[in-house]
Each structure stands twice: as structure tokens, then as C-alpha cells.
């Protein structure tokens, strides 16, 4: 004979629920903003290998940063795939936001997007 136990998860209170929508709403809200904005945005993932070139990747992008960039389709992408020959200073730039934690704003132009 086999028995088995059903746990259910606790029951959230009104509350919680409140606060979970609440956070979806300024979720999307926030994400509206970036999407219609004139201002490329990216979200990436730095990679820092001892001895290895640093590199990163796009985790997400809105749709000014195409316009601006002309890239697209670059979710999940390393930009040394993408753009051979992109000068060291981007990544160190980038390299400095992930260890330090502190946001910036640039602009900075680059032969290697025309």
C-alpha cells in the first residue's frame, strides 16, 4: 500500500496578494517607460574570466537601442560574436559598472556600428 501526502502551499493572505500585484503593475509599468523611451537601454551580463578577454552578453534591450545600435535580434548574444573588433574601452566600461555596482549614462560612438 502506497500512501502519499499532499502539501499544499500556505495560503497567501489578502495582503500579499495586494503587494504582489502591486509589484507586477510597477513591473510593467517600468517596463512600458523603457520600451517607449528615445534612450537605448540594454541589461547584460558581464563575463570576467581571469586571463580571458572580458566580454558580455545582451540579457535584454529595448527598442531604441536597436534603432540606435542597429543590431537586433541580440538577446542571449556575446558581443565579441557580434561585433569583432569593437574597441577594449566598452568592455572595460562595462566591466567597471559590474564591479563597482554603480549605473552610469554615456554616449559614445563606434566605427564598428557605421
Partial sequence: ???????RPPKRGKSQRRAEATRRDSEE????????????YSVIEMKIEPGEPLDYR????????ET?????????????????GLEESWFETYRDVALTGQSIHFERKTTELG
Fill in 1 to 7: 500500500m502506497t500512501m502519499r501526502r499532499h502539501h
Fill in 29 to 40: 509599468h517600468y517596463r512600458s517607460l523603457v520600451q517607449a523611451s528615445g534612450t537605448g
Fill in 58 to 65: 545582451f540579457i535584454e534591450v529595448n527598442h531604441a537601442f
Fill in 68 to 84: 540606435l545600435t542597429g543590431l537586433a535580434d541580440v538577446h542571449g548574444k556575446w558581443v565579441r560574436d557580434l561585433i569583432p
